[in-house]
Each structure stands twice: as C-alpha cells, then as structure tokens.
C-alpha cells in the first residue's frame, strides 16, 4: 500500500480519504455526545441510539488512518465518559478506541461507500461496541452485568438504520475532492 496525498492505492483500486472541516470534527461528536447525555433524559426510547458510537464508527471509516480512528475513538469515549454520570471513567474511552481502530481498519481494505455495507458495519460495530463493554465490566470493574443477546442484536439492527441516515447526512459534509 502506497500513499500519495489523500488517496491510498490498494492494488489498482483507489480509495479516497475523506477530509472534514476542523469545526464539523468538533461539533458532530460534541452534538452527538450532548443528544446521548440529556435527551433521554426527557424521552427514554430515544437514548436507545447510539449516536457518539455511530459518529465514531463514520469518521473513523471515512477517514481511513488508524492513528486517526484511535483518536477519534478516544476523544469521543472519554468526552463521553466525562458527561456521563453512572459510568466510570475511561470504559467508554477504552471501548471507542479499539471501535475506532477497527473501523479505520475495515475503512482501508473495502469501500465503505455502499448504504448495504454501511449498515453491516454499523449493526456489527454496534454489537461489538456492547460485548466488549461487558467484557471490560466484568473484567476490570468486577460488576456482574447480563448480556443481553436478544436486546442487543435488536438494537443493533436499530442503531445500523439510524447510522445508514446519519452517514448520508454527514456524507453532505465533507470536503470536496
């Protein structure tokens, strides 16, 4: 793999790099991460959403760079972790990074354009974002949290169509090529 400015090769197929506007890095998560810290609060159904994940998830595929996915990870989980009351600190950090990874690494091998592909990614990363949280729950905090396979895999169905939409809407907010 080669690069050459904002664009890597990958044997003969070429994959934009996305780029943002520094104000549409900041205030996406920040808009995302207020609408999970006090909507629910007013209207329960809707803190079923995961916004700061599916923000996490999008930018790091758009942006395709690993480094940048672990960052993007990180600020979004610990500003997460920071606003959010019931939560230790660190666990949404720790649990967006390694989504943040693995979303630019999924980002640089397939295209991530197609609205098919963006939901299985969404729906998977959902599902993953939630088994290792309670994998860290249970392993570095002691608590002894359920799974729930069922409420999960619903919710990830849930989440992925909510992503789909939310990815075309911030899709109009890149910078042009």
């Known amino acids: 793999m080669t690069e050459y400015g904002d664009r890597y090769l990958i044997g003969n197929q070429r994959e934009q790099v996305s780029r943002f506007r520094t104000r549409v890095m900041l205030l996406v998560p920040l808009a995302a ?5 006090y909507v629910p609060r ?20 758009m942006r395709r760079s690993q480094m940048a996915g672990i960052f993007i990870g990180a600020g979004i989980g610990l500003a997460q972790d920071a606003l959010t009351i019931k939560q230790p600190l660190g666990m949404f950090g720790i649990v967006e990074t390694l989504v943040g990874y693995f979303a630019a690494s999924v980002g ?20 993953f974002h939630q088994l290792i949280y309670w994998v ?6 002691g608590r002894l949290i359920p799974f729930e396979l069922q409420r999960t895999l619903v919710l990830g169905l849930l989440n992925a169509v909510v992503g789909v939409t939310l990815f075309h809407f911030l899709d109009k907010l ?3 090529a």
């Open 33 to 37: 991460i207020l609408y999970q810290v």
């Open 42 to 61: 007013f209207w329960d159904v809707l803190g079923l959403f995961d916004l700061p994940l599916l923000v996490t998830i999008y930018f790091a595929l």
């Open 136 to 141: 860290l729950a249970r392993g570095l905090l």
């Open 174 to 176: 890149r910078e042009p």
């Open 108 to 127: 640089l091998r397939i295209d991530v354009e197609h609205s098919a592909i963006r939901f299985l990614l969404a729906y998977f990363f959902y599902f």
